[in-house]
């Protein structure tokens, strides 16, 4: 007499198994470690899509890059040495001159000593020479006024699109930074692409700026000719250049780190497996 018992696998189906180990019970075990085995097989499926320990690692190098880009365009942004402007080191008297130099938010006044200048230089400057300095926040933030330099007047609507143009640029960023943060915690690549498309276009909004802040400056030189004045770019936009290269970068790392292939894969031959 054989008895049997029924059990559930682990969708919920019974299943019948002999006592005896006779051929029912061979074949309710078969069928159950089959269905064990059908579970285990859709979870390694479930799995599979999970990030890998190598694609993480790419990930967070090429975050670092865009951290390292970010921390430049916050260091070039909050600082006012963007553009330099000094006439001729001998226009106001033989002793002192007067140098200006300013940014986004604010401009500097700087009274130097003409024996701290080298005599090869013809203009007033460095403003990173000791001297007496008087920095203030332009006024178009506040009142609404044009700020006036050696007699100059600013461009009031351009200087305010730079502005503009840096903080949406950073906007950008943190959204990106928020987009790997997701990708790496989470551990899938959805993430990247958007994280592509926040990096790739702060980059280009931070060249943007920096394009419009010129044109400001020009349109500034171009208000008043009776004071002729010299002017250069300072370090404040060589960080900003070196910031929108480092996110554009990273945005396109991350592109081709989301991407179901490698590009190279596809261009380089196959080799096979035997070399």
């Known amino acids: 007499m054989w008895s049997t018992f029924i059990v559930q696998d682990e969708e919920g189906r019974p299943t019948v198994v002999g006592a005896t180990g006779g051929a029912a019970g061979a074949g309710g075990l078969a069928g159950l470690m089959g269905a064990r085995g059908g579970g285990s097989k859709r979870r390694t499926r479930t799995t599979s899509g999970s990030m890998s320990e190598s694609q993480e690692g790419k990930i967070k190098l090429t975050f670092f890059v865009a951290v390292v880009g970010i921390t430049l ?15 001729s080191k001998s226009f106001y008297n033989n002793k002192t001159c007067l140098a200006a130099h300013y940014g986004l938010w604010k401009g500097c006044m700087k009274v130097l000593w003409v024996s701290d200048i080298d005599p090869d230089r013809e203009s007033c400057g460095p403003a990173d020479l000791p001297g007496e300095s008087n920095c203030t926040y332009f006024k178009f933030y506040t009142t609404g006024e044009n700020t006036v330099m050696f007699q100059k007047t600013t461009e009031k609507s351009l200087n305010m699109a730079a502005a503009l143009l840096a903080i949406f640029s950073l906007f950008m960023m943190v959204m990106g930074a928020v987009c790997i943060v997701m990708a790496i915690s989470k551990g899938v690549q959805f993430f990247l692409k958007p994280a592509f498309v926040c990096f790739t276009l702060s980059g280009l909004l931070v060249f943007l700026s920096v394009v419009v802040f010129h044109q400001s400056v020009l349109s500034l030189l171009a208000s008043d000719h009776s004071v002729p004045l010299h002017h250069q770019l300072s370090w404040s936009v060589t960080c900003l250049g070196f910031a929108g290269a480092l996110l554009v970068l990273a945005g396109a790392l991350f592109l081709v780190l989301a991407l179901p292939y490698r590009p190279w894969e596809r261009c380089l031959p196959h080799r096979s497996a035997d070399s």
């Open 73 to 87: 365009t916050v260091l070039g942004v909050g600082t006012e040495f963007w553009v330099e402007l000094a006439p």
